[in-house]
T-cell receptor, first 114, second 115 residues
């Protein structure tokens, strides 16, 4: 069974632009979570989608948004990029919801904002 | 708010030896789960081991085991017979049973394994 895939793997943008990142979960997984990883702040939860609805949200500004499609694939969008948005963005999928459901992580998208 | 603290930014161990990584957490919840994730240089996060708070027995997965002290809110990871492939960043993580999809991570511990 294929793992979680994220595209693109690397991205370079300039301040003020917007970006869309994509995540394809493991087949059959319905929950997708997004995390931002930076050297200064570590790993921080962005949001979680389940059955095409955002079910949980972290403490990020409204510039960060996402969506989930009927096939469980998810996209994350960041508008009006700032230098501080440079990070590794990880998505994780799980079969169901609830703490015991293991989250399987993708390889991440490295975003650099110039 | 729940917090997870890893007080050891870096640790090192000789191959075949044993090393223990520390983690403490703060929560007022009684129903939660704890995890250790490994992130090698490839950046692919891999689940190493997990512990349900309601279980008193410490979890074990092959060479990896935990020491879960619920009253002290401590959750350490012991790696026995360390191998070169164990070199990675290790993250301790917490989630409430109702924090769907949300893991709260510690700052991580970089583990170096010397041959």
């Amino acid at each position: 069974k294929a793992g979680v895939t994220q595209t693109p793997r690397y991205l370079i943008k300039t301040r003020g632009q917007q970006v869309t990142l994509s995540c394809s979960p493991i087949s059959g997984h319905r929950s997708v979570s997004w995390y931002q990883q930076t050297p200064g702040q570590g790993l921080q939860f962005l949001f979680e989608y389940f059955s095409e609805t955002q079910r949980n949200k972290g403490n990020f500004p409204g510039r960060f948004s996402g969506r989930q499609f009927s096939n469980s694939r998810s996209e994350m969008n960041v508008s009006t990029l700032e230098l501080g948005d440079s990070a590794l963005y990880l998505c994780a999928s799980s079969l169901g919801r609830g703490g015991l459901n293991e989250q399987f992580f993708g390889p991440g998208t490295r975003l650099t904002v110039l | 708010a729940q917090t997870v603290t890893q007080s050891q930014p870096e640790m090192s161990v000789q191959e075949a030896e044993t090393v223990t990584l520390s983690c403490t957490y703060d929560t007022s919840e009684s129903d939660y789960y704890l995890f250790w994730y490994k992130q090698p240089p490839s950046r692919q996060m891999i689940l190493v081991i997990r512990q349900e708070a309601y279980k008193q027995q410490n979890a074990t997965e092959n060479r990896f085991s935990v020491n879960f002290q619920k009253a002290a809110k401590s959750f350490s990871l012991k790696i026995s017979d360390s191998q070169l492939g164990d070199a990675a960043m290790y993250f301790c993580a917490y989630t409430r049973s109702t924090s769907y999809g949300k893991l709260t991570f510690g700052q991580g511990t970089i583990l170096t394994v010397h041959p």
